[in-house]
């Protein structure tokens, strides 16, 4: 299979503990997203990257959030000091830049609940 | 930031055609316009994308007028599978056009019965 793949699909975790997701986008794909969303909301966007650089954040992202993604390939996503507002889906995307291929492909999310 | 208006929910037929306008009056010159269906438990999936004017695939067409302030997504002939929520997005794509062509905004549930 060569889409987005992400780990784990769920999560579960108390309050106050760090948790770390991660993504493999496709391989030639040099963009890639997070986004997060929560029940009959849509992804609210949080990332992304070109390459290895880090080129938005949105300024709702709490500083308890931080991405990375070391040589450009997969990314990950990690929170600190969890709270229960942050039990989410955590999406990822990732795409080209190149023109006429601009489309997203989202993997299939990591389910985060925070107890 | 060009800001997206659309049906919070929709209902249709079996082998109807499913029109999904969307509002966007402040989009910009380099702003395109893009769809995306979701299911349950799944990630979006792009279905179309367009500047102005129409643009056609195998699962949908966009209409576009000339004033680019609004745009239909429109689903030919559709099955129980077509059940999903469709998002608007517009923003530059091109250049990544910073957040604003990563807004999905609550997008439009679709339902359709047998």
């Known amino acids: 299979d060569t889409g987005v793949s992400q780990n784990p699909r769920h999560k579960i975790t108390k309050r106050g503990q760090n948790v770390t997701f991660r993504c493999d986008p496709i391989s030639e794909h040099n963009r890639l997203y997070w986004y997060r969303q929560t029940l009959g909301q849509g992804p609210e966007f949080l990332t992304y990257f070109q390459n290895e650089a880090q080129l938005e954040k949105s300024r709702l992202l709490s500083d308890r959030f931080s991405a990375e993604r070391p040589k450009g390939s997969f990314s990950t996503l990690e929170i600190q000091r969890t709270e229960q507002g942050d039990s989410a889906m955590y999406l990822c995307?990732?795409?080209?830049?190149?023109?006429?291929?601009?489309?997203?492909?989202f993997g299939p999310g990591t389910r985060l609940t925070v107890t | 930031l060009a800001k997206t208006t659309q049906p919070i929910s929709m209902d249709s037929y079996e082998g109807q055609e499913v029109n999904i306008t969307c509002s966007h009056n402040n989009i910009a010159t380099n702003d395109y316009i893009t769809w995306y269906q979701q299911f349950p438990s799944q990630g979006p999936r792009f279905i179309i994308q367009?500047?102005?004017t129409k643009v056609t695939n195998e699962v949908a067409s966009l209409f576009i007028p000339a004033d680019r302030k609004s745009s239909t997504l429109s689903l030919p002939r559709v099955s129980l599978s077509d059940t999903a929520v469709y998002y608007c997005?517009?923003?530059?794509?091109?250049?990544?056009?910073?957040?604003?062509?990563?807004?999905f905004g609550k997008g439009t549930h679709l339902i359709i019965q047998p």
């Open positions: 997005l517009v923003g530059d794509t091109y250049s990544g056009g910073g957040a604003d062509g990563l807004t």
């Open positions: 367009g500047y102005k």
């Open positions: 995307a990732s795409s080209l830049s190149d023109a006429g291929l601009r489309e997203q492909y």
